[in-house]
């Protein structure tokens, strides 16, 4: 059972937005060309397997959807947050051809804006029991202070929460 959509106002920075509409074609062949993205998302999996509790996962950045097949395989139901909507149709059609729809919520673009969230307009109705956030979503974050305080929104108490960063100069995340 998943929970039910809100709607908010959009307002993420658009040039990252933009940037993803316009390889998201490409995406999944970029990230292939790199044998090491593979071990990262291999890592990720097991790692996050091994480690979360609950089964209502927030995708935050999902892309193309790359981690759908393992979560929804797993048991998982997943809320699945893209802002680049060339990028969620990717992975809309992706789940379509695993028959698993039915596994997933797709936020609408409007409340794929974390920075809309607030105790009285959430993106959805329930909590998440983990957040994975894998590959370089937080480095197009800029504020990552809002962004602990929103997921503080949307989660269990004791949540996990699985992130990859790029940016080694980030000074912290919550």
């Not at 999996?45 to 089964?55: P, R, T």
């Amino acid at each position: 059972s998943f929970p039910t959509r809100r709607s908010s106002d959009l307002k993420y920075n658009s040039s990252a937005i933009d940037y993803y509409n316009t390889i998201s074609n490409k995406y999944d062949d970029l990230l292939n060309t790199n044998p090491l993205n593979k071990i990262v998302r291999d890592e990720v999996k097991h790692y996050f397997l091994e480690n979360v509790n609950g089964k209502i996962v927030l995708d935050f950045g999902g892309g193309t959807g790359g981690d759908l097949a393992w979560l929804i395989e797993a048991g998982f139901s997943v809320i699945f947050c893209e802002p680049a909507e060339k990028m969620k149709r990717i992975a809309v059609e992706n789940v379509k051809k695993m028959n698993s729809s039915e596994k997933v919520l797709f936020l609408a673009n409007k409340s794929s804006d974390y920075q809309s969230w607030t105790k009285d307009n959430l993106p959805f109705e329930g909590k998440a029991n983990a957040v994975l956030s894998n590959f370089a979503v937080l480095n197009s974050i800029k504020d990552l202070n809002t962004l602990s305080a929103k997921f503080a929104l949307i989660t269990n108490e004791n949540s996990s929460l699985i992130v990859i960063v790029l940016n080694v100069k980030a000074k912290y995340l919550i």
